[in-house]
């Protein structure tokens, strides 16, 4: 594990080589084009392309090579935030995950793993106007710590801290990257303005202050000041909504946000809530995304120790699923993993059980499979040689 990023260092560009192998030309189809089939061979890890991505590949003849940033690179940023809403214990999240072997299990996996620390904030006592405040000045650490391990060359993973912090990721990323796109997973829409909130509590919040169509909705904060909108309606998908608020059911209908609600995925299934929403983000070309993924999304029978459980949520498989195909689009450059609340959730091992499947959707996001895997090159072990016969030690050889 690697502390920190070291000035000037070079992160390793990764050139996956495709080889495409025509097995059959013979068939025509009905419009009278070939049907060709094709099998293909990936060197330097095994990827399940993206759909798009493959016929794209196909498309060109065959002489394709995928040359893409490495994504087996990460920079982990923990960020002890909780001001965004009242509950306390969200943030102790980030070491939460650290002691549980987080960082670790990432080098498994074979990602490099670079620490950038958690951040720290200046404590202050809780009025609704320091509040904002302490919360506005910490996004806006973070804002600048994501945009930094972005540039260095690494998938930023965010561990939350309540959904406020996304305020911050979510800019930092679009000064690191252009235009990126947004998958927000969560029971919650999070798009309140300040005028609408029902709470007032910023994780309620990020993403209003984000949207450029709701500018002229949003109050003038002086304590944010720093920040300027960066996402258009465009840019967005929800997946797993289910509690939503009337003005944010107002802001998702006329500002015509896509969203998949926990109906949708019972209606479509999760593959094709996945499809359609990369199909949307990514219509013609790549772009980079960010996960924001708010624990509270999946059911609270999985997900008990968080702030706002709301029930009917994703089930286990459905949010890996999302988190693999992530992974497989190859696009993934940030994810925030937040709202994990290690005091909350009735019931032993509530806290422990929340803890792991957050730890596996980061896991998932950054390509564990739940096949099972195995590193290039491995081999199973022989018995002893000696006492057997070089015929038979022949023919129990590896093909
Ligand atoms: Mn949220």
């Not at 286990?316 to 689009?329: K, P, Q, T």
Request: glycine share 10%.
């Amino acid at each position: 594990m690697q502390s920190g990023p070291s000035p000037g260092r070079k992160v390793p560009n990764v050139t996956l080589g495709l080889r495409i192998d025509f097995v059959g030309a013979s068939q025509v189809l009905t419009d009278g084009s070939p049907r060709l089939s094709v099998s293909v061979e990936m060197f330097g890890g095994t990827m399940s392309a993206h759909r798009r991505g493959l016929s794209q590949v196909i498309r060109t003849g065959g002489r394709a090579v995928l040359s893409r940033r490495s994504r087996n690179s990460a920079g982990v940023l923990g960020v002890p935030l909780s001001k965004g809403q009242t509950k306390a214990g969200v943030e102790l999240t980030p070491s939460a995950l650290r002691k549980a072997g987080l960082l670790i299990k990432m080098e498994q996996l074979g990602c490099s793993v670079f620490d950038y620390g958690d951040l720290a904030f200046q404590d202050v006592p809780q009025t609704d106007w320091n509040t904002s405040w302490s919360v506005a000045c910490a996004v806006h650490q973070v804002a600048k710590a994501v945009c930094r391990v972005i540039r260095d060359g690494h998938t930023c993973v965010t561990l939350g801290g309540d959904h406020s912090l996304a305020l911050g990721s979510v800019y930092g990323h679009s000064m690191a990257q252009q235009n990126p796109a947004v998958i927000w997973v969560d029971a919650h829409a999070d798009i309140n303005t300040p005028l609408t909130s029902p709470t007032g509590n910023l994780h309620g919040q990020p993403l209003a202050f984000l949207l450029h169509e709701l500018q002229d909705k949003i109050p003038s904060l002086s304590e944010f000041s720093w920040l300027s909108p960066c996402l258009s309606a465009r840019d967005i998908v929800y997946i797993g909504l289910r509690d939503v608020d009337p003005a944010e059911h107002f802001i998702l209908k006329n500002y015509g946000l896509r969203y998949f609600s926990t109906r949708d995925i019972d209606e479509l299934g999760i593959r094709k809530v996945m499809e359609m929403t990369l199909e949307y983000l990514m219509p013609h070309s790549k772009r980079s995304i960010h996960l924001s993924f708010d624990i509270d999304a999946f059911d609270p029978s999985v997900a008990p120790a968080t702030g706002t459980p709301v029930p009917g949520g994703l089930t286990v498989r459905e949010g890996m699923y999302i988190a693999e195909e992530l992974h497989n689009s190859g696009a993934l450059s940030a994810l925030d993993l937040v709202e994990v609340n290690p005091r909350l959730g009735s019931g032993p091992g509530a806290a422990d059980v929340t803890l792991n499947l957050a730890m596996d959707v980061i896991l998932s996001c950054l390509g564990k499979m739940r096949e099972g895997m195995h590193t290039k090159g491995y081999r199973l072990p022989m018995p002893p040689t000696e006492k057997r016969e070089e015929g038979e030690v022949q023919a129990s050889r590896e093909v």
